[in-house]
């Protein structure tokens, strides 16, 4: 699959530098609330979650590969509580 740029933000605003985790992969960090990283296209979950591993924050959207997609120019994907 092809790679994306996305930054995951929540609706409220909040969770800046939360780890962020891709389709319940709990043992990879994919990315951090508020900052760009890569992801694979094709639908993906995203989540935050709390120390026990229960989501927080999610939402489950597919991932394009727009041509301007760049570090600079992420997809922006918005978490709802979960």
């Known amino acids: 699959m092809a790679l994306s740029w996305v930054k995951v933000v929540r ?6 530098g939360q780890n962020v985790y891709v389709d319940e992969n709990y043992a990879d ?11 694979s296209t094709g639908q993906n979950t995203f989540e935050t979650v709390d120390a026990d591993l229960n989501p927080m924050w999610a939402t ?18 918005t978490l709802e509580p979960a």
Request: charged share 15%.
């Open 11 to 16: 609706s409220d605003g909040g969770g800046a």
């Open 29 to 39: 960090v994919a990315g951090v609330v508020g900052m760009p990283f890569r992801t």
């Open 60 to 77: 489950t959207v597919v991932i394009g590969k727009p041509a301007d997609n760049s570090k600079s120019n992420p997809l922006l994907v």
